[in-house]
């Protein structure tokens, strides 16, 4: 019965919805010249302070040529557009001071950090002049995470016009291991957006009111990597290491390489996979990072290509095939464009032999879990049937416990699953063991229609009652609209009366988000 229900529902969403699809956004990325060479974010230098790297952001609006002639509004980080890449080590001491020069509400997110809850980012908004300094010890692995503005309701808005930026996080195993390293030289950040710009160079970012932001979130026509549009990158001749993060608001990436070679993932989001995977196509949902080695040795210049993403082939069931295959006809994500050029130059780099063994996985026993929970993504705006409410918490977790977290999909569309303060590991995927691109650390994964995907997922670190953080679909438009919720990780003697949002909290965002309608 329920199976019929919610196939019905989807039946009825997708009617509604079909009509939103129709206009078709071209990617202009398909032929152009890759004439401008690829910007890199620079490394932003801590400052030392009794033992404590301090790091100083100032957020504030700027002006960018991203083409010619043409100066786009824009946000950014200590520049223009995005921000500089911080870079820290699993134990560090950090302290972020986060100056708000915007003349307007935002927050910071720590995107992937396992850190206390008052650090997170969400609630702690940073009013237009003042400055917030969170501080925390680093307790991640080795990985590539980001930081992004996080005001609830404008997230989507904040991150396009450039609220982003990298962390790179080391450790003594990245240390050990024989890879490239040397940051924007043959270790490359990317950082890759789509946009939509007007015919003046101005961002267009419309996605209540823009017919062709349908209920699949913000598609643009353009695509910038690290801010630059038709990029290219010169590197030495060997290993080229990519740290590639999808920062755009909706779209995915399927990305590999036009001259058809294979390259190799050895990494995810939250850190080393066990050994390198050889892969042609990876599929890089919004949020998601992945780090990939490619071999330049032979000179040729190739480009770093996005190829179609078949939503028939990753619906599971027969009904959510035959749902995705009349929906696919018009989907945006069926083309074919390059990202970036890259042009080896004459120098010898990295030829050292891959290594063999990349991280050791410490994966708690299935049998360990304690409980299950279970999250359905329902159509574009709710999870488990309601959006996200500030004075609600919506999950209580015990700290250390381990759990199965299971995910499903009743909506016509993908959702990129995130979860706050914690790297988890994937279970099973329609029952099935997950491909070896998703068997490492992750912080989002990628729910298609019809999919049961189950998580492992335990908190280690931190525990507090009174503030939340966010479990939610990182399309930034369903986030916006409210496709969240929230959870406290308690310690094991906490009784349930013991539990509350803090009313500062709920002051700050009681006149909230204008989290529109669902479309
Ligand atoms: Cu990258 Cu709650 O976000
Ligand atoms: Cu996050
Ligand atoms: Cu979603």
């Known amino acids: ?198 015919s003046n160079g101005q961002l267009l970012y419309q996605p209540m009111t823009d017919q062709r932001a349908g209920p699949q979130g913000f598609l643009g026509d353009t695509i910038l990597v690290n ?51 050889k892969e042609n196509r990876l599929v890089v949902g919004p949020a998601s990072r992945v780090e990939i080695l490619v071999d330049t040795t032979n000179g040729a210049t190739v480009h770093l290509m996005s190829y179609a993403v078949s939503d028939v082939q990753h619906a599971s069931g027969a009904f959510a095939k035959f749902i995705m295959k009349r929906l696919a006809q018009d989907k945006d994500e069926n083309q074919v464009f390059s990202l970036l050029e890259i042009r080896p130059n004459a120098e010898p780099g990295s030829a050292d032999p891959l290594p063999q063994r990349l991280n050791t996985i410490s994966r708690p026993d299935v049998k360990l879990a304690v409980r299950t929970r279970s999250f359905s993504m329902d159509r574009n705006s709710k999870i488990n049937g309601r959006k996200m409410t500030v004075s609600v918490i919506d999950q209580v977790i015990k700290k250390d416990d381990v759990e199965i977290w299971q995910l499903s999909d009743n909506s016509p569309n993908f959702h990129p699953f995130h979860v706050h303060n914690v790297q988890f590991l994937v279970v099973d995927v329609n029952g099935k063991q997950p491909d070896p691109s998703r068997q490492g650390w992750l912080d989002t994964v990628l729910v298609y229609p019809g999919d049961r995907i189950r998580l492992l997922v335990q908190f280690k670190y931190y525990s507090d009652p009174h503030h939340p953080y966010m479990f939610h679909c990182h399309i930034l438009e369903h986030e916006d609209m409210g496709m969240m919720g929230q959870f406290v990780v308690v310690d094991r003697g906490t009784k349930p009366g013991e539990v509350s949002v803090d009313p500062a909290y709920v002051a700050e965002y009681s006149n909230p988000m204008d989290m529109g309608k669902e479309k």
Request: proline share 5%.
């Open 1 to 198: 019965m329920r199976r019929i229900l919610s196939a019905t529902v989807v039946v009825a969403s997708c009617l509604i919805f079909n009509g939103l699809l129709s206009a078709q956004i071209e990617i202009r990325n398909g032929s152009i010249a890759f004439q401008n060479r690829l910007a890199i974010p620079p490394l932003l230098n801590p400052v030392a302070k009794d033992g404590v790297k301090v790091f100083d952001l100032t957020l504030r609006q700027a002006e960018t040529e991203f083409f010619p002639g043409k100066r786009a509004t824009t946000y950014g980080i200590n520049g223009s557009y995005l921000g500089p890449t911080l870079r820290i080590r699993d134990g560090d001491q950090i302290r972020m001071r986060v100056t708000n020069d915007l003349g307007f509400d935002t927050t910071i997110h720590w995107h992937g950090m396992e850190i206390p809850a008052v650090m997170d980012g969400v609630y702690q908004v940073i009013k237009p002049d003042t400055t917030w300094e969170p501080s925390w010890t680093v307790r991640n692995q080795a990985s590539t995470l980001w930081y992004h503005a996080h005001l609830m309701g404008h997230t989507g808005e904040q991150v396009y016009r450039g609220l982003a930026g990298l962390i790179v996080v080391d450790d003594a195993n990245s240390d050990s291991l024989q890879l490239p390293r040397d940051y924007g030289v043959d270790d490359i950040p990317l950082i890759v957006q789509d946009k939509m710009f007007d």
């Open 227 to 277: 801010g630059t549009y038709g990029p290219y990158v010169q590197v030495p001749r060997g290993w080229l290491r990519l740290r590639f993060l999808n920062a755009s608001n909706a779209r995915r990436f399927n990305i590999g390489f036009d001259d058809g070679r294979a390259f190799y993932q050895i990494a995810s989001d939250g850190g080393f996979l066990e050994t390198p995977v």
